[in-house]
């Protein structure tokens, strides 16, 4: 199994800076893909960012050139580096990691809001 933990989390001004991290533990070497997912108050859950084991990413349209994720050498860790930050961001972010296939886990969310 795989457990994921996040943090950074907090609030920022409109146009402000936050870097969530996900630190994952268990069967790492298991793991395919890890993505950021973000829910805000009243809607679905949906993604942010995406990388899979082999380094590639994909976005959402509404945080290209605006957030990155990356993760560390050791591949424990993933980053969801966001800038100019929107009200619009404001949200409880998630990391989930799919792993073996076709199981997968959620962490517990961190949340961010974005006050103008």
């Known amino acids: 199994q795989v457990q994921l933990v996040e943090s950074g989390g907090g609030l920022v001004q409109t146009g402000g800076s936050l870097r969530l991290s996900c630190t994952a533990s268990?069967?790492?070497?298991?793991?395919?893909?890890m993505t950021w997912y973000r829910q805000a108050p009243g809607k679905q859950r949906e993604l942010v960012a995406a990388i899979t084991s082999a380094g590639s990413t994909n976005y959402a349209d509404s945080v290209k050139g605006r957030f990155t994720i990356s993760r560390d050498n050791a591949k424990t860790t993933v980053y969801l580096q966001m800038n100019s930050l929107k009200s619009e961001d404001t949200a409880v972010y998630y990391c989930?990691?799919?792993?073996?296939?076709?199981?997968?886990?959620w962490g517990q969310g961190t949340q961010v809001n974005v006050s103008s």
């Open positions: 989930h990691a799919r792993y073996s296939g076709l199981r997968f886990s």
């Open positions: 268990g069967s790492i070497f298991s793991i395919n893909t």
